[in-house]
């Protein structure tokens, strides 16, 4: 089954500095999700990437899928108060099913005003 | 518009103790349901998932269960608690391939 990895595991970044999560795959992905949480409460989606290449942007965040599809980063560019939180990677356990996501350990991001 | 409510919010359980978290979802019918624990040093797991009435997968061994009584309600359950239980549990509902929508979330402390 699918394998999430996610460096760095924590950022502390100056505020209007850019940044960069990195999310590995075992396997290719044929569905990578990114997931954004506040300390202590739940999961809200950001965006769902597929094909190889893809770019999608949700406000300052972007997200790419690498062509070979293992690998997605999440570049957040002039970094605000509000970005801080704990960014998860997910993906589709069973590789196709898109019926079951598991999720990267998460990287815990800190901004300084 | 669609709702997902998780309650109690906190609980502290001695080890041994029952356990009931309850899920329920507003606005949509015939839910994909999941259950995720979340604690320090594994990261988020996913324990249970449902595709409808009575349907249960459950993904990890462990000392819980879960079931689903009615189209939009799902419980997560144990007879006896044990100290590796506690956790941040997590219900969460698929809106579409991918796209979780995520209760607020029920932290338990088992002493």
């Known amino acids: 089954s699918q394998e999430l990895e996610q460096s760095p595991q924590s950022l502390i970044v100056q505020e209007g500095k850019n940044l960069t999560i990195n999310c590995t795959s075992s396997k290719t992905l044929y569905g990578l999700y990114w997931y954004k949480q506040k300390y202590g409460e739940g999961l809200i989606f950001l965006m769902m990437?597929?094909?190889?290449?893809e770019e999608k942007s949700h406000e300052k965040i972007t997200a790419k899928l690498d062509e070979k599809k293992q690998q997605s980063s999440l570049h957040i560019t002039a970094s605000q108060p509000s970005h801080a939180g704990i960014y998860l990677c997910g993906a589709d356990k069973g590789g196709t099913s898109y019926d079951k996501v598991i999720f990267g350990p998460g990287t815990s991001l800190s901004v300084i005003p | 518009s669609q709702t997902i409510h998780q309650w109690p919010a906190t609980l502290v359980q001695p080890v041994g103790s029952p356990l009931s978290l309850e899920c329920t979802v507003e606005g949509t019918s015939n839910p994909n349901l999941y259950w995720y624990r979340q604690a320090a040093g594994r990261g988020l797991q996913l324990l249970f998932y449902?595709?409808?009435?009575?349907?249960i997968s459950s993904e990890v061994p462990q000392n819980l269960s879960a079931s689903r009584p009615q189209d939009r309600q799902f419980i997560l359950s144990s007879k006896k608690l044990l100290l590796s239980d506690s956790g941040f549990y997590l219900c969460a509902w698929m809106g579409g391939p991918g796209e979780l929508f995520f209760g607020e979330g029920s932290r338990l402390t088992v002493l």
């Open positions: 449902s595709v409808g009435i009575g349907q």
């Open positions: 990437l597929q094909k190889g290449g």
